[in-house]
């Protein structure tokens, strides 16, 4: 038995015996196919542009260096830690929140134990509260007043431990990035529940 086309496949109209395509449909058929063609090419270019841009991502991120993770976990982290103390006074100088809706108006997240003496605490929530950019650039870090209220907002179990904590700690690649995200991802829930609520 011999296959018969009894439709026209550009117009999808009868086709007379004998007959595979209306000879008034060739050109457009051959037009609809060759676009056809075209596109299938342009999707395929674009997922393979596509693997190219996650490959070179992945190879920017395997190289990143530790000081370069470590910068980028504290701009997670202390992302975070404003937007965790957005409704929060100065942990220095009790000045209000200069704006309420803005999570990163113009304050800093000032760590209690510098980064730069207590490298290990960097990281850790009770250590770093969201401080005016004066308390925190100006007065080193205005420690006093810090402590006063830090005592108040966290209690004296906390702050001890905090002082008292002077292991030393290598950072990791890997606990940079797991930190970068986690607080990426924190911040994101944190943004969320606030413009729902
Ligand atoms: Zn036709
Ligand atoms: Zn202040």
Redesign the pocket.
Same mark, same amino acid.
């Given at each position: 038995m011999t296959f018969r086309r009894t439709r #026209?496949?550009?117009?999808?109209?009868k086709?007379e015996a004998g007959q595979r395509?209306?000879p008034? #449909?060739i050109d457009g058929?051959a037009e609809a196919q060759a676009a056809k063609a075209e596109r299938a090419e342009a999707k395929k270019a674009r997922a393979a542009a596509k693997v190219e841009r996650a490959e070179t991502r992945r190879r920017k991120e395997a190289i990143k260096t530790v000081p370069a993770l470590i910068r980028e976990a504290q701009q997670a982290f202390n992302a975070w830690v404003r937007a965790r103390d957005a409704a929060q006074p100065c942990i220095s100088c009790g000045a209000p929140p200069p704006d309420l809706s803005g999570l990163h108006a113009g304050r800093d997240a000032g760590h209690y134990r510098s980064t730069g003496s207590a490298s290990h605490l960097r990281f850790h929530p009770d250590n770093c509260h969201a401080q005016c950019v004066h308390c925190n650039q100006w007065g080193a870090g205005k420690a006093v007043d810090y402590r006063i209220r830090l005592l108040v907002r966290i209690g004296l179990a906390r702050v001890e431990a905090l002082e008292s904590d002077n292991r030393t700690h290598k950072w990791a690649h890997d606990e940079l990035r797991g930190i970068r995200d986690h607080y990426r991802a924190a911040l994101r829930l944190l943004v969320k529940s606030s413009c729902s609520a």
């Open positions: #026209c496949p550009h117009c999808r109209g086709l395509i209306h008034a #449909c058929y």
